[in-house]
C-alpha cells in the first residue's frame, strides 16, 4: 500500500512538474512563444528589454518591502510588467503573420524585389 502510494504522487509530481514547464516554455522558450517569428536579432532584443524590465520590477519590489504603501507599489510594478509583456507578444504575433513595413524601403513590389537597391549601404 505505501508503494501504491508513493507511485501516485510520483505521478502527480510530475503531472505538476509537466504543466510548469509549459507555461515556462510559453514564456521564456523563444522556439514557442509569441516572438517565435520574429528575426533572431529582434527576438533577443525584446527578450534582453522584458528580463531587464522584469528585474527592475523584482528589484523594486523586494526593496520597498518594509513599508505597505511601496507593497502596493510593487503590486503595481508586477501588473504593469504583466501588460507590457502581454502587448509585446500580442504585437509579436500581429507581426508574424504578415511582412513588416516600417519604411518605403523596406516594403517589396509585387515580384518581393526591394524597391531600390542601396549602394551605400545605409
Known amino acids: 500500500m505505501i508503494q501504491e502510494r508513493s507511485v501516485r504522487v510520483s505521478s502527480a509530481t510530475e ?3 509537466s504543466a510548469l514547464r509549459v507555461y515556462y516554455d510559453s514564456i521564456m522558450d523563444p522556439e514557442t512563444n509569441p516572438l517565435k517569428n ?3 536579432q529582434r527576438k533577443f ?5 522584458l528580463s531587464l524590465m522584469w528585474t527592475t520590477i523584482f528589484c523594486l519590489a523586494v526593496g520597498a518591502w518594509a513599508y505597505f504603501g511601496a507593497l502596493v ?3 503595481v510594478l508586477v501588473a504593469l510588467g ?4 502581454t502587448i509585446v ?17 523596406d516594403a517589396r513590389l509585387s ?12
Open 38 to 40: 520574429l528575426r533572431p
Open 73 to 75: 507599489f510593487g503590486h
Open 111 to 122: 515580384d518581393q524585389t526591394a524597391r531600390y537597391d542601396d549602394v551605400w549601404g545605409a
Open 15 to 17: 503531472a505538476k512538474e
Open 82 to 85: 504583466v501588460v507590457v509583456t
Open 89 to 105: 507578444f500580442a504585437r509579436a504575433t500581429e507581426e508574424s503573420g504578415a511582412a513588416i513595413v516600417r519604411t518605403y524601403r
Open 45 to 49: 532584443q525584446l527578450m534582453v528589454y
